[in-house]
């Protein structure tokens, strides 16, 4: 055959853990009917045209780049490489650089964080006896321009073998995070000796979770209720209410109103089925604070008295959540005097971030790429029968739980407390893993069998009691925030 002048030439070596590599290729033909080999666990695999780019200047010469599948880390054996053109052959072996230092994530992006980075730094076979690793002969420098300098907060645990740099992530914002290149350079009385490959990373994200102010809500009428003979005007409509717009595509919290909000039918006298969480600027129905205001005693709930602005004044924007514990069922009154009132069911009411269903239960969590370090939130609580409240927090993998943290509820607050002062700190508990799920929850009481106060109110039996109310406590959040420090 005729001689196409098809021929090879490969580089002497290539940087240790790239995974690319230019060839040069001649050939009096079409370059795009050479095909390109790499061997890997013994077979030659055959680069897809995906991972291959040729380019070329000069007639018949072109630059060949490859991308392999994996990193060229291994320094034992050489890289094995072969091209094919019609009836002719090419074989060849890359030798891998053997780097005396070597800068690499242990576990991939998971060892970023929003505001710190866990390091892992080898030195070479060749170059570990005298290239002890430790934080007086190894640092951790920053690409600042075109100027290398040492990144500022950094430490090393000789027990985990990794390097710590933390104040990371300045300037990100809720959907992106912030890029650095970094490297490793080994000193020897203060003089550089050693440097190892760049590394990218790109800090997580400092991402806020949806409707944190629960300015966004809705309700629907559940069902009306008439008066005791179902013949007369309506006189009062039962309402749920959901903590996101309805016309919303991307709904994070829910509620558990739709366990105490029954259905029509299941009730007696028409006692009204309230919602356990309700906008505190709600205008369809009553919240549970301000029944208690109206009607009860504000001392059986932990506080001297409630006054307007307590009941309808958000800690900032138009509104707050209020979620009280409350009593449901059949039976629940059968007369104006508190006495003769009954209460089949009490359930403490719940807000939390995930989705519900009445049969299943809960399903906590929403889609979440980030990790912070807690969240705080405002709140004010009136507590019933010296009970507790609980907020927490968890942060998943997939189905599996790698941070949580909570705070409980225990003293009386007629006003919001300002956020600053709960910081619910999250403790990890694997820190090789990313975040996928994130949830968070509220919950009244966390007593096993949470207790409620009968309040009457003005209507009779003939109304069938319907805005009397078994209560109990209540809790009133706002604002919530993640931190990440």
Not at 48 to 55: D, K, R
């Amino acid at each position: 055959t005729r001689n196409n002048g098809f021929a090879i030439t490969l580089p002497e070596s290539v940087p240790y853990g790239v995974n690319t590599m230019t060839v040069s290729l001649n050939l009096e033909g079409d370059p795009s009917k050479v095909t390109f080999w790499y061997m890997f666990m013994n077979a030659w695999q055959e680069f897809t045209a995906e991972q291959v780019n040729i380019s070329g200047a000069e007639p018949n010469k072109y630059a060949v780049t490859l991308t392999y599948p994996m990193p060229l880390n291994y320094t034992d054996t050489n890289v094995k490489f072969k091209a094919e053109h019609r009836n002719k052959r090419f074989e060849g072996e890359v030798r891998v650089d053997d780097p005396e230092l070597t800068l690499s994530l242990k576990n991939g992006d998971a060892d970023v964080w929003a505001t710190k980075a866990y390091l892992q730094v080898t030195a070479s076979a060749k170059s570990r006896a005298s290239r002890t690793i430790s934080s007086s002969t190894v640092e951790i420098q920053y690409k600042n321009g075109e100027e290398w300098e040492k990144w500022p907060h950094q430490s090393y645990d000789a027990e985990t073998g990794l390097f710590l740099l933390t104040g990371l992530g300045e300037g990100a914002s809720e959907t992106e995070g912030v890029p650095y290149t970094l490297r490793a350079v080994y000193k020897r009385g203060g003089e550089v000796v050693a440097t190892s490959g760049e590394i990218s990373v790109t800090t997580e994200p400092k991402a806020q979770v949806g409707n944190a102010g629960f300015e966004e809500w809705s309700s629907a009428k559940v069902w009306e209720k008439l008066g005791a003979l179902e013949a007369s005007t309506c006189r009062t409509s039962i309402y749920s209410f959901y903590p996101y717009l309805s016309s919303s595509s991307d709904k994070w919290w829910s509620t558990t109103n739709a366990l105490t909000t029954q259905a029509k039918g299941d009730y007696s006298w028409y006692y009204a089925a309230y919602a356990g969480v309700i906008p505190t600027n709600a205008t369809e129905t009553h919240t549970a604070s301000w029944h208690v205001k109206q009607y009860g005693n504000a001392s059986d709930f932990g506080v001297s008295e409630i006054t307007e602005g307590m009941l309808d004044k958000p800690n900032s924007g138009n509104t707050a959540m209020e979620i009280s514990t409350v009593g449901w069922g059949k039976n629940n009154w059968t007369g104006q005097d508190q006495a003769q009132s009954n209460c089949q069911t009490r359930s403490a009411g719940c807000l939390f971030i995930g989705t519900y269903d009445i049969n299943s239960g809960m399903n906590l969590g929403h889609s979440f790429n980030s990790r912070p370090s807690g969240f705080t939130f405002a709140y004010k609580f009136y507590p019933y029968a010296s009970e507790a409240a609980k907020a927490y927090i968890k942060v998943y993998n997939g189905d599996t739980e790698i941070g949580s943290g909570e705070f409980i509820i225990t003293q009386a607050a007629a006003t919001f407390v300002n956020p600053d002062d709960n910081n619910v700190k999250i403790e990890y508990n694997d820190l090789t893993k990313s975040a996928t799920k994130i949830a968070i929850v509220f919950i009244s009481s966390i007593s096993e069998s949470p207790q409620t106060l009968a309040i009457g109110g003005s209507e009779n039996a003939w109304w069938g009691y319907c805005d009397s109310r078994h209560i109990g406590s209540i809790l009133t959040v706002d604002d919530v925030k993640l931190i990440y420090e």
